[in-house]
């Protein structure tokens, strides 16, 4: 994340205003306010994607600003999504950051697990339901930082179906235990690196 971004999230949410607050007979002008804020500081710190079109409260209803305010918020939670680790430092404890070998590893796996699903003997809603979870599973492994308990999900919804009566699902679930391991190798890796840095330089020989 760059000091660009972190800077305009900061200076924009100060003067956030929520669409529930549309009933308020100020909700216009700190509408305004807030949208315009977006564009200056977009404009001044050169953040590609942020809004760059400026309003006055005269020209507009409320319900004229809703479209607008949503696009804002959608920009905004993109930037702390992309950068979850700086904005709530608790929960790097929850992820792990994957390399492009990492990654082009775990993305193997399920793959494989898509393709041990599709050849099981199952009911189609439960497949479907699988297929979210390990959607979801891909999701995570293409994002910065990915959640290890987004692997745990896919192995609770494979272990779910095999208690309704899926059929040949072992496959599966010795594919997402893999998964598994290789996110928690890989975070342990992650810490280890990060320990080591962290190292004092050792003394000079005397």
């Not at 305010?69 to 959608?74: M, N, P």
């Not at 095999?162 to 290789?182: D, F, M, S, Y």
Request: with cysteine; hydrophobic share 40%.
């Amino acid at each position: 994340m760059t000091t660009s971004h972190q800077l305009f999230y900061q200076r924009v949410v100060e003067r956030r205003v929520q669409l529930q607050e549309i009933s308020q007979p100020t909700f216009v002008y700190r509408a305004v306010l807030y949208l315009n804020s977006a564009t200056t500081w977009g404009k001044s710190l050169g953040i590609e994607g942020a809004p760059t079109i400026e309003y006055e409260a005269s020209d507009h209803r409320a319900e004229d600003l809703v479209g607008p305010l949503c696009e804002l918020e959608q920009f905004l939670d993109k930037i702390r999504a992309d950068n979850i680790e700086v904005f709530e430092p608790a929960h790097k404890a929850l992820t792990v950051g994957l390399n492009q070998e990492w990654r082009a590893n775990v993305t193997t796996l399920v793959n494989h697990i898509r393709d041990a699903v599709q050849n099981a003997q199952i009911d189609e809603a439960l497949r479907e339901g699988i297929f979210r979870a390990v959607e979801k599973l891909q999701s995570e492994v293409n994002r910065n930082r990915t959640r290890l308990a987004a692997a745990s999900e896919v192995w609770d919804t494979i272990t779910d179906a095999i208690g309704k009566g899926a059929e040949n699902l072992e496959p599966a679930v010795k594919l997402i235990e893999r998964v598994r391991k290789r996110l928690g190798n890989a975070q342990l890796a992650e810490i280890e690196a990060e320990e080591h840095l962290q190292l004092p330089s050792p003394p000079e020989d005397e």
